[in-house]
């Protein structure tokens, strides 16, 4: 099993920025990718961001919506992964959900990643 902790949401006006960690523990084979979905209210889950976080196996994936401003990176040595989000718009409200899966191959289907943490609220104000 893997277990998934999300921390560093919060509230920012537009145009400002906030780091998302989570910590990620147990089966290190079910999670060699790593990524970051979000949920906006009223709305369906959607994709974010990936990182293979193990053997380097393709770049880090990311959704058209947030290219540009979003970066996702990883800390092997602290097993966190990170989603750095600079110039955030009102738009970018939602609740913020890491996930771990095997592969990224199926990357952005939301069904691909078995485990899921339990989010962190991001608030963004015009």
């Known amino acids: 099993q893997v277990q998934l902790v999300e921390s560093g949401g919060g509230s920012v006006q537009a145009g400002g920025s906030l780091r998302l960690s989570c910590a990620a523990s147990?089966?290190?084979?079910?999670?060699?990718?790593m990524g970051w979905f979000r949920q906006p209210p009223g709305k369906e889950r959607e994709a974010v961001a990936a990182?293979?976080?193990?053997?380097?196996?393709?770049?880090?994936l990311y959704a058209d919506s947030i290219k540009g401003r979003f970066t996702i990176s990883q800390d092997n040595a602290k097993s966190t992964v990170y989603l750095e989000m600079n110039n955030l718009q009102p738009e970018d409200t939602a609740m913020y959900y890491c996930?771990?899966?095997?592969?990224?191959?199926?990357?952005?289907?939301?069904?691909?990643?078995?485990?899921w943490g339990q989010g962190t609220q991001v608030t963004v104000s015009s």
């Open positions: 996930a771990a899966a095997e592969y990224c191959l199926r990357w952005p289907d939301a069904r691909s990643f078995q485990s």
């Open positions: 147990g089966n290190a084979y079910m999670r060699h990718c």
């Open positions: 990182i293979y976080t193990y053997n380097q196996r393709g770049p880090p």
